[in-house]
């Protein structure tokens, strides 16, 4: 279980290294946001409220058992990754949930654990990594001493350093100016925590967990905010007649409104914050999103370039309208794995394969409770390419505009390569073709009409021409503008 045998480590050529995974709390932490923004684990502000418990799980000395790679009888189906054939989707994140004691006296104090056993074995990775924070699990090469990882990651003068020039330095303004904020998230829980125990009056056996990029790092001020109602038991719950009676019942609350029941093939709740402009749109039992929240939280905590990145790319395909999955263009999850797939296919890649290098952290069946505990074990990562900012995404747009063959390959995170159709019944007559990590559909099935898939592909090609002759933001996209607009957000 855990790591393959490590490739020899390398220092970082950043500070404070390429932003490895979060430190290791006893309590899972979902509180990773610093003053300015989602940048950090810990933050005693938040600590105030409800706590967002997950089952207790006694603490061992010895690694947890890995269940059987066969689902048992009582393991829950996956539902499909997409909320809804005709609407945006958004990967699915998790909350703080609390492993045992209800007190918060060691929230970012670092749990022992026991190392992962080494795998003689299997192939050594390409990838390196780098081995402090983890108690010991992974030896340091001879002659390198490393610092310990605080509780709460600096990533401010890292990000200074990733901005080489002009084009970067105006990718790292976009992003400071956008990401989510403390208060955003803080605002979120407390209807969360509401939610939840008015929910519970209705279905005791339940527990609403906050998701979607509000959970995940890769959120900005303006994110609407996913919610995905666990329900246990041995009675059957249809997700329809769960969110009808919701639907009912909210409408006794006086903090929500608007509440609208979408039937679609994952149905969804919509329903806002009471006088305000706040979203939230909440699904039953759609767990594949639980499991995706680790998995895209690992991402983006797993290099300081990719939050960044992803939120100039999705400003930019959002300000020249070839970001709506209703409209028939790329969903913000499609267009989060097509830039974790670029980055995973450099020359000298920006990412691994977690999925294929950590199979069992990452394993499809485990139960929720367990879900949060699998990157725990996952050592930080870095990096040989060290390219700016701004030359990665002109490489992006570039690497779709020129190089990626979209009638013949798909394109998979999962094993962090582009492989051929085949002419598969899941991917024959599909325009673009985005495996989901776990469900292993095509989460770009949205695109359908050949006239859309022209004009995404032709702004990809118009926006890396002129990226490339002036190597200035601005030119593709209206940053100012959006700047003031995330900005005016309260």
């Not at 749990?111 to 080494?118: A, G, W």
Request: some cysteine; overall charge positive.
């Amino acid at each position: 279980m855990f790591p393959r045998s490590a490739a020899p480590r390398q220092r970082s050529a950043y500070p404070n290294g390429l932003y490895p995974p979060p430190p290791v709390p006893r309590c899972y932490d979902y509180n990773h946001q610093s003053q300015t923004g989602v940048n950090n684990f810990y933050v005693p502000r938040l600590e105030r409220l409800p706590a967002y418990e997950w089952n207790p799980r006694p603490l061992s000395p010895v690694p947890p058992r890995i269940p059987p790679r066969v689902p048992p009888p009582h393991t829950q189906t996956m539902t499909n990754g997409l909320k809804r054939t005709n609407d945006e989707f958004s990967p699915n994140v998790v909350k703080r949930q609390r492993l045992d004691s209800p007190s918060h006296p060691l929230i970012g104090s670092p749990v022992s654990r026991t190392p992962p056993p080494h795998h003689p074995d299997q192939p050594v990775p390409s990838t390196s990594r780098l081995p402090y924070g983890y108690d010991g699990c992974y030896p340091s090469p001879r002659g390198h001493t490393h610092p310990p990882v605080s509780a709460v990651p600096d990533t401010s003068s890292g990000l200074k350093v990733c901005a080489k020039d002009k084009l970067s330095t105006q990718m790292v303004e976009l992003f400071e100016a956008c990401q989510q904020q403390l208060c955003d998230l803080a605002r979120k829980e407390v209807i969360r925590t509401r939610l939840q125990a008015d929910i519970q009056t209705n279905y005791p056996l339940s527990r609403l967990y906050l998701t979607g990029s509000s959970m995940n790092g890769l959120g900005c001020r303006s994110s609407d905010a996913d919610l995905c109602l666990v329900i246990k038991g041995n009675k059957k719950h249809e997700p329809i007649h769960v969110l009808s009676v919701l639907q009912r019942s909210f409408k006794s609350l006086s903090y929500v409104e608007r509440t609208q029941l979408i039937r679609a093939k994952v149905p969804i709740l919509r329903f806002r914050e009471r006088g305000s402009d706040l979203e939230f749109d909440l699904n039953v039992n759609n767990t594949v999103g639980i499991r995706n929240t680790f998995l895209l939280r690992s991402y983006a905590y797993a290099d300081l370039r990719i939050r960044p990145m992803i939120l100039v790319i999705k400003k930019w395909a959002r300000h020249n309208q070839i970001n709506d999955a209703s409209k028939g263009t790329l969903s913000s999850y499609t267009l989060v794995l097509m830039v974790l797939h670029y980055l995973q296919t450099r020359r000298n890649p920006v990412l691994p394969s977690l999925q294929k290098d950590y199979p069992d952290c990452f394993y499809p069946f485990l139960e929720i409770d367990a879900v949060p505990e699998g990157p725990k074990h996952i050592p930080p990562y870095v990096s040989r390419n060290q390219s700016s900012l701004g030359d990665l995404l002109l490489g992006f747009l570039k690497y779709y505009a020129q190089d990626f063959r979209w009638d013949r390959q798909v394109i998979s995170v999962r094993e962090a390569t582009a492989f051929s159709k085949n002419n598969s019944k899941e991917w024959r007559n599909k325009f673009i073709c985005v495996e989901e990590p776990f469900e292993k559909n095509n989460v770009a099935r949205a695109v359908h009409e050949k006239i859309k898939f022209d004009a995404i592909k032709a702004q990809f090609a118009e926006s890396y021409r002129i990226l490339r002759d002036k190597k200035d933001l601005n030119s593709i996209l209206p940053v100012r503008n959006i700047m003031d607009k995330e900005s005016s957000r309260t």
